[in-house]
């Protein structure tokens, strides 16, 4: 299995991707980087809500800014993201291994069902 460097940075992540919003900022920065006031503007929110958003984000590790002049810009932290996707990746494959193995079962049992009932 994947070795992380510890659960919390997964945790922290989980739990930024859990808002509807910071999903969607996270969506919008994987066209292009984008400044907290833009943001803020393209999802109906104040600025201060926004920068809360984006401060959950870069806690995370999900999202990380550059300030220029008076602007903070953002963009999407592939690293994090990386994880988070390797993390899901290896329990979709132990999940599906184990549906496969389901399956088997269930048709040997259907093939044993309908043998014996030749019988």
């Known amino acids: ?65 550059r300030k220029v002049g008076r602007v903070r810009y953002c963009r999407v932290g592939r690293q994090r993201l990386d994880e988070v996707r390797a993390w899901i990746d290896a329990y979709h494959a132990l999940w599906d291994a184990r549906f496969d193995e389901l399956d088997r079962v269930v048709e040997e049992l259907k093939r044993k069902e309908q043998q014996d009932g030749r019988e």
């Open 1 to 65: 299995m994947v070795q992380y460097r510890s659960n919390t940075e997964l945790d922290a992540a989980f739990a930024a991707l859990a808002d509807g919003t910071r999903r969607g900022v996270l969506e919008q920065l994987g066209r292009s980087e984008a400044s907290i006031t833009d943001l803020a503007e393209r999802f109906h929110m104040t600025l201060t809500g926004m920068r809360k958003h984006v401060g959950v984000l870069e806690s995370a590790g999900l999202v990380t800014t």
